[in-house]
């Protein structure tokens, strides 16, 4: 076999024959070339002009952008792996329209001097929960460590045990209690916690609050039982013990109307006499990431005062798409169709089947392919309602390698997240748009008209 290290063109040959900014014709080549030794080390015989192919092709779909567009259709809507929520368009106008300009980010306008960010959005929360006062953050986890490291630090925190949940990512709810500087009380068990677990523990000098965490991505069934908040609210009476509920993902709508189990909104948990509730923005809110505290105001103004707070402090962009999201909230009906995750929520199944049949009409005109419409489930996911499912409806197609199907389908040009269960691959129909159909559809056609 003749040296086949002599086929591979030196870098200035290379960077001569391309237009193309050097430093990314560099970036490519090398790992072209890189690839070509692996060949020749495994005895793999090639072309030069297969190398420049290579090349040519990684140029042309190359994105200096780690962060990009799929299409999912996997029928989860708040799917953690790909971004969660959807953002509405005029979420999206609005970070188009503060980011291109300055702002009154910290500025009041009407007097003319420093103001603050966090005044933003606090009067839009107040009306839509009932709270008295309102404090965003970055992230939920954020909200539950400044609630505990300004009321619990070096004091008590009673925690049920049924409550120490853990949720993706190996966030543990007992992990960030202890680097809050809480002292976690456990009561209860795993299964059952009761009042009197509570009460055993009331009278301690050193108690500051009680915690309440939602069962994020599960649910407890069978022989259990838990405090309802009315209950521990009706046992702290005038004692100076904080109630927190740490809601998740947390609602500002019932959604038993569209066929959900009950799960309290953020207004029932304030109705209940809870003191702070904190909850994320980006899932069932259906907005950008953020997390907000609501309560009394003394509760929030002694939160503003934590050093710790510039540490989670939201910028400019999330404020204004949060903000946006929450507006949309005064006209729900209209919101229903304008907010793309809020629609996917609360979209009936006959709807998502007319969608489902509109991809299958296309995709079955594909020569030898073997699809069909079935009905399948969707999810909220983002730890909301681990229960409950939603009907809705698959495009179907069987494959003698199901497999290179899938990844066809990841690795191309729109990313199209799909699932493989039973030997078949599943394109659910509830979380695909419709401006995503043509796409799947020609995508699904380079595969088999290859």
């Not at 368009?89 to 970070?95: F, N, P, Q, V, Y």
């Not at 630090?153 to 680097?179: C, D, H, T």
């Not at 009476?237 to 500002?252: A, K, M, P, V």
């Amino acid at each position: 076999m003749e040296n086949l290290y002599k086929k591979l063109p030196q870098m200035n040959e290379i960077l001569n024959r391309y237009d193309e900014n050097p430093v990314i014709v560099k970036d490519v080549a090398n790992k072209v070339l890189d690839d070509y030794r692996s060949k020749i080390a495994a005895k793999e015989d090639f072309e030069t002009a297969d190398i420049y192919a290579d090349i040519d092709s990684k140029i042309n779909s190359f994105s200096p952008y780690s962060l990009y567009n799929v299409i999912n259709a996997t029928g989860v809507i708040l799917h953690t792996n790909l971004g969660r929520a959807v953002l509405s368009e005029k979420s999206l106008e609005r970070i188009e329209k503060i980011g291109a300009s300055y702002s009154n980010l910290e500025y009041d306008v009407e007097k003319g001097v420093r103001g603050s960010r966090y005044t933003h959005l606090v009067e839009i929360v107040k009306k839509l929960t009932g709270a008295e006062d309102a404090l965003i953050v970055n992230n939920n986890a954020s909200a539950v460590f400044l609630v505990l490291n300004t009321f619990c630090q070096g004091k008590n925190a009673l925690i049920s045990r049924g409550e120490l949940v853990e949720i993706g990512g190996s966030f543990r709810i007992s992990e960030i209690m202890k680097k809050s500087g809480a002292n976690v009380v456990e009561v209860g068990a795993t299964n059952r916690t009761h009042l009197y677990d509570y009460e055993n523990e009331i009278d301690d000098e050193n108690l500051s609050a009680i915690v309440k965490v939602h069962k994020s991505n599960f649910q407890m069934v069978g022989y259990n039982e838990s405090v309802d908040t009315k209950d521990l609210k009706e046992l702290i009476g005038d004692r100076d013990i904080l109630l927190y509920e740490d809601l998740g993902s947390g609602s500002l709508i019932d959604l038993t109307p569209y066929g959900y189990s009950y799960e309290k909104t953020v207004g029932d948990c304030l109705s209940d006499g809870i003191d702070l509730v904190s909850f994320s923005c980006d899932k069932l809110i259906g907005g950008s990431q953020a997390g907000i505290i609501v309560g009394e105001k003394d509760y929030i103004a002694k939160m503003k005062k934590n050093q710790l707070l510039r540490a989670f402090r939201v910028d400019k962009l999330t404020l204004a798409s949060v903000e946006a999201t929450l507006i949309e909230y005064l006209d729900f009906e209209t919101m229903k169709t304008e907010n793309p995750t809020i629609r996917m929520i609360t979209e009936d199944a006959e709807t998502v089947k007319k969608r489902c049949q509109k991809l299958l009409r296309k995709i079955q005109k594909i020569d030898g392919i073997d699809a069909e419409m079935v009905e399948s489930e969707g999810k909220i996911g983002g730890g909301s309602y681990p229960l409950d499912v939603k009907k809705t409806y698959s495009v179907k197609i069987t494959d003698t390698d199901i497999h290179k199907l899938e990844s066809h389908l990841r690795l191309s040009e729109y990313h199209i997240i799909s699932t493989v269960h039973d030997g078949a691959l599943y394109l659910n129909a509830l979380t695909i748009f419709d401006r995503q159909i043509d796409d799947i559809y020609q995508t699904v056609k380079d595969y088999y008209e290859k």
